[in-house]
């Protein structure tokens, strides 16, 4: 099993940034990866960006290519998303979850493809 802790989020005005962290502990591969989704409310959940343990790969969806931006470290089995130039259309709760199998680039972006989900964090864009 895997665990994933999140935090970070919060209330920001439109412009600024937030960097959500997430905590990974059990069974974690260094072929596999992590990945974050978010859902805002009356919307189905989506994709937001993913990387793979080791070797760094990531994928991003297109609403925040440039503004976005995802890492890890290893040391401390934790992943970041690092957040700039906020819009309020990136209000959401921000779920991460962790790839199940050695890391699919081309299906990162599939919930289908994660197991093990943390308990989400809100993040709140004003305009």
């Known amino acids: 099993q895997v665990q994933l802790v999140e935090s970070g989020g919060g209330l920001v005005q439109a412009g600024g940034s937030l960097r959500l962290s997430c905590a990974a502990s059990?069974?974690?591969?260094?072929?596999?990866?992590l990945g974050w989704f978010r859902q805002a409310p009356g919307k189905e959940r989506e994709f937001v960006a993913a990387?793979?343990?080791?070797?760094?790969?990531?994928v991003y969806t297109e609403s925040v290519k440039g503004r976005f931006t995802i890492s890890r470290d290893n040391a401390k089995n934790t992943v970041h998303l690092q957040m700039n130039s906020l819009k309020p259309e990136d209000t959401a709760v921000y779920y991460c979850?962790?790839?199940?199998?050695?890391?699919?680039?081309?299906?990162?972006?599939?919930?289908?493809?994660?197991?093990?989900w943390g308990q989400g964090t809100q993040v709140t864009v004003s305009s």
């Open positions: 979850a962790n790839h199940r199998g050695p890391f699919d680039i081309a299906a990162a972006s599939t919930a289908d493809m994660y197991d093990y």
């Open positions: 059990g069974r974690i591969f260094s072929s596999y990866g």
């Open positions: 990387i793979r343990w080791s070797g760094g790969s990531t």
